[in-house]
């Protein structure tokens, strides 16, 4: 043996290592889920890994084998738990599909995927129903319910119940071995411009992530806590919570479909929850409920945000009125989980609460396995000074290097392109200054739309907040607020303007605004600026001559 050769044996990184770890280990730690129709079951970890194992025995009496893609267009519950074991442990590809797809795009997707089965939850019913003449390679329709909860409806396509396809399957199975490289799961991006793309995620990139994302400064997972992930399965893996719970031994409570304040806070009290993910506007719903209502939470200690730039207003909120810490996360479809994370150090909580909430108002630092810069329009590296902006480059582990199918690498110099816009600090502490899409181009400066969003949401009137740039004749791009008030508020536009004038710099006051009822939110939780655009897009120059 040379001295280059280690002694050490080698083992893949599997995803069934986890569901076998957790279920050995951890055998009596819970996995409590709501069902689409309402009740709450709950399953030990070793009767989920029970289930999981029939669930790829199912798969492979129907004839599937490695490498095929099975779909999910579900909430987060324990079937879909189980799928994302049995399907990946097998060797498969799980699928994960944003119902609030166009019906068009998830048509779309399904066929690019090649997927076999579809696995449903009776919500998405009619969806299915209607995508299923377009998309010929799916062989199986799985409802994931029982058969006293399958879903009638003219047209439909063949649809068996998941509970009737594993029930009469053994509950052992011998999970296959193959290189960690293998691809696991498959998730689209939203595709706002031209179709999704795939990112299609490696049983080693999973296993890794799950394996640091649990650590005390990132997610904080072990036997004592139980968490709650909002942030749904179809989308980035639901940042691999799913995986880094049944590592951890860690009580998982899955919402199903009621995401609104009431429902998700009597989840959290009923099951004891002390730490939750989600992204903003779920959080926004669940404060303005707990306010509304008086409550407390009693055992929920902290909470993990991101998907968009979670507002310092609440921030504060959580932190000074309710006791509950906020960890502020950027990823990204392309990043298979969280890749940078705002924690306050032992230091930073000597701070005053005002500075600690401006820390956690960044995007904070990478998680281990990651790394980061922003660079110039050139490519060239800029520096740490937390001014200097430039597009955020990203590379690691779980980061993607070509999207699913595509010929050519999604990489420039071994780097991915996020498109977003970002500043890093000397210490390392990195802030998301806007998309490139997004930024507001006004008289050759750039407005951050994320900056004056945040601005605005500390207004306690208001409920949400998105910002646009539009075209200008003189200035090129002005922003555009549009703002949806609090139930109750009747205040107007030279209110929000007074409000700001004192928080952002003169030419970043918006040009106008317009209160809405809503705005619209896609399936992940972020505000559709392309839908506000196509709407409002012409607004300073449409009264032209
Ligand atoms: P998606 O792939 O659909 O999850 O979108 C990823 C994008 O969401 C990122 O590229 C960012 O633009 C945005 N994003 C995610 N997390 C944050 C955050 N904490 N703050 C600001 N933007 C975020």
């Given at each position: 043996m040379t001295k280059n050769q280690s002694s050490m044996m080698e083992r893949?990184?599997?995803?069934?290592?986890?569901?076998?770890?957790?279920?050995?280990?951890?055998?009596?730690?819970?996995?409590?889920?709501?069902?689409?129709?309402g009740?709450?079951?709950?399953?030990?970890?070793?009767?989920?890994?029970?289930?999981?194992?029939?669930?790829?025995?199912?798969?492979?009496?129907?004839?599937?084998?490695?490498?095929?893609?099975?779909?999910?267009?579900?909430?987060?519950?324990?079937?879909?738990?189980?799928?994302?074991?049995?399907?990946?442990?097998?060797?498969?590809?799980?699928?994960?599909?944003?119902?609030?797809?166009?019906?068009?795009?998830?048509?779309?997707?399904?066929?690019?995927?090649?997927?076999?089965?579809?696995?449903?939850?009776?919500?998405?019913?009619?969806?299915?129903?209607?995508?299923?003449?377009?998309?010929?390679?799916?062989?199986?329709?799985?409802?994931?319910?029982?058969?006293?909860?399958?879903?009638?409806?003219?047209?439909?396509?063949?649809?068996?119940?998941?509970?009737?396809?594993?029930a009469t399957q053994a509950d052992t199975f011998e999970w296959p071995e193959f290189d960690e490289r293998t691809g696991a799961a498959l998730c689209y991006t939203s595709g706002t411009t031209g179709n999704p793309k795939g990112v299609l995620y490696s049983h080693r990139a999973i296993v890794l992530n799950a394996t640091t994302s649990g650590l005390p400064d990132v997610l904080g997972l072990s036997t004592r806590e139980a968490i709650l992930p909002v942030v749904p399965m179809f989308h980035i893996n639901a940042w691999c919570i799913p995986y880094s719970a049944m590592l951890a031994g860690t009580k998982l409570v899955l919402p199903g479909p009621r995401l609104d304040g009431a429902s998700l806070h009597e989840l959290m009290e009923s099951e004891r929850v002390t730490i939750s993910a989600g992204v903003p506007t779920i959080w926004m719903g669940l404060l303005q409920h707990v306010e509304q209502a008086g409550l407390r939470f009693t055992t929920m200690r902290r909470t993990c945000v991101g998907g968009s730039a979670m507002p310092r207003a609440l921030i504060e909120k959580f932190n000074d009125v309710y006791g509950v810490e906020v960890r502020h996360g950027w990823g990204m479809t392309e990043t298979t989980a969280i890749a940078t994370l705002s924690n306050l150090s032992a230091s930073d909580w000597e701070l005053p609460a005002e500075q600690r909430h401006a820390i956690v108002a960044r995007q904070g630092k990478v998680t281990s396995g990651i790394e980061i810069k922003v660079v110039d329009e050139s490519g060239a590296t800029l520096p740490r000074d937390g001014t200097s902006q430039g597009e955020l480059m990203v590379r690691g582990h779980w980061i993607v290097?070509?999207?699913?199918?595509?010929?050519?690498?999604?990489?420039?110099?071994?780097?991915?392109?996020?498109?977003?816009?970002a500043t890093i600090d000397a210490d390392g502490t990195m802030t998301i200054r806007d998309r490139t899409k997004d930024v507001i181009k006004s008289g050759g400066e750039w407005i951050s739309s994320i900056d004056l969003e945040n601005a605005v949401v500390a207004h306690p009137g208001v409920a949400m907040a998105a910002v646009i740039g539009i075209k200008h004749p003189k200035w090129d791009e002005r922003p555009l607020l549009l703002v949806v008030r609090k139930p109750g508020q009747d205040f107007g536009k030279n209110e929000v303007l007074e409000f700001l004038s004192d928080r952002v710099a003169k030419w970043w006051m918006p040009e106008d605004v317009v209160f809405l009822e809503t705005l619209p939110v896609g399936g992940t939780g972020k505000v559709q600026k392309n839908e506000l655009r196509k709407q409002y897009g012409g607004l300073f120059t449409e009264a032209l001559p």
């Open positions: 893949p990184l599997l995803i069934s290592s986890i569901l076998e770890h957790g279920a050995a280990q951890h055998a009596t730690q819970e996995v409590v889920s709501r069902e689409t129709h009740t709450t079951v709950r399953h030990t970890y070793a009767q989920i890994a029970r289930r999981v194992r029939k669930l790829a025995n199912a798969l492979r009496t129907l004839g599937l084998k490695e490498g095929d893609a099975v779909a999910s267009i579900a909430w987060n519950n324990h079937r879909h738990l189980e799928a994302y074991y049995a399907v990946s442990g097998s060797g498969m590809v799980m699928h994960t599909c944003n119902p609030r797809l166009h019906p068009t795009q998830l048509a779309y997707i399904l066929n690019h995927a090649e997927d076999q089965m579809v696995l449903f939850d009776s919500t998405f019913a009619p969806l299915v129903a209607a995508i299923a003449p377009q998309c010929p390679h799916v062989k199986h329709w799985v409802c994931l319910s029982d058969d006293e909860h399958l879903p009638s409806g003219q047209g439909s396509p063949t649809v068996v119940s998941y509970e009737s396809l594993i290097e070509r999207y699913y199918k595509a010929e050519e690498t999604a990489l420039v110099n071994g780097w991915f392109p996020t498109g977003d816009i």
